[in-house]
């Protein structure tokens, strides 16, 4: 009987060495396949452009492929929840930016928890965001875009990413702050949005820095203002909302990556430290800067934390612009 017993016991040792050593070695050859990493939106949008500077910089430092996959539609709710739904082995990961602390005032029912569905792994950078028009609208400045609007009362029409994207809020803050009546259009991300903009199909956006310069620069549209409190450093002469009529008013893009909720620690480490890396490269800053935005990370229970602080920040705007939730 001892013997029989001690077999088991044995056997059962055995068995748990076993399973430690296996998620030992996972851990240890992370990643060891392709890994995929899902933007919520169209082609084209600041989120999209970062996603694909640090997916080739991980598949050169990891030589394993870190694919794009643009699944946009709702907002940013299709993508994400395709991610939270996703295997929690590393394998999937969602590049988003701050309309993921969007949706509670946004949505009644949503298929995941913005907070609880997901890990943190880290964030990435920040942005201003700026106002930009069509060049045949006859506007230079904010106070003349507000009146425009009031005297055209529901004439005008600005864009957005889509429904409870950051860019409807920037545009509905601003609509509730000036006091005008005019038209949301929802796209299906902001590259979208941009090419109606710079076609003349919508009159006005408020939009990333990334998503919008290359209009701006190209001259197709006309930035009249951005979002932070200090100017932007890609825009130097383009003063700020607050500064041009409506104090106060400020809303910055910020972009990062989680993860499925339940992805082992060792993963989320290892991705982390490799984000911190990629982000502190002379290159990438200098891309970034192109883009208007800077590189900004922090470890896993920083960005966390600043998403459950982004929620409540973005929930008292939403409220007070008196958005109600679909």
Request: glycine share 8%.
């Amino acid at each position: 009987m001892a013997k029989i017993k001690f077999a088991s016991i044995y056997l059962i040792f055995a068995a748990s060495f076993s399973i430690a050593c296996v998620n030992v070695v996972q851990a240890q050859v992370y990643p060891a396949k392709s890994i995929r990493m899902v933007v919520p939106y169209a082609v084209g949008g600041g989120t999209d452009i970062f996603a694909r500077v640090i997916s080739k910089k991980l598949s050169e430092r990891w030589e394993q492929q870190v694919v794009v996959d643009n699944r946009a539609g709702a907002g940013g709710v299709v993508g994400t929840d395709i991610v939270a739904q996703a295997p929690r082995d590393g394998y999937t990961v969602l590049m988003l930016a701050n309309t993921h602390a969007l949706y509670p005032g946004f949505y009644k029912k949503l298929p995941f928890d913005p907070v609880k569905s997901f890990d943190a792994v880290a964030l990435v950078a920040i942005g201003p965001n700026v106002l930009v028009v069509h060049p045949s609208l006859p506007v230079h400045t904010v106070i003349q875009l507000i009146a425009l609007a009031r005297r055209r009362p529901g004439e005008l029409t600005f864009g957005s990413a889509g429904v409870g994207s950051t860019t409807q809020l920037a545009g509905e803050l601003f609509k509730s702050m000036a006091k005008i009546n005019v038209v949301h259009v929802p796209y299906k991300g902001s590259g979208q949005a941009e090419i109606d903009l710079a076609g003349g199909h919508v009159q006005y956006m408020i939009d990333s820095l990334p998503a919008a310069l290359p209009n701006v620069r190209a001259g197709r549209t006309r930035a009249i203002a951005t979002t932070d409190s200090k100017r932007a450093p890609a825009l130097p002469n383009v003063p700020t909302i607050a500064e041009s009529g409506l104090p106060n008013y400020e809303l910055i893009t910020w972009w990062g990556i989680v993860v499925p909720a339940g992805t082992p620690q060792s993963v989320i480490s290892k991705f982390n430290k490799e984000i911190v890396q990629i982000m502190a490269l002379t290159d990438v800053k200098e891309l970034l800067a192109s883009q208007g935005a800077e590189s900004r990370t922090s470890s896993p229970e920083t960005f966390a934390d600043y998403i459950k602080t982004q929620i409540g920040f973005y929930g008292k705007i939403i409220a007070s612009a008196g958005i109600k939730p679909e």
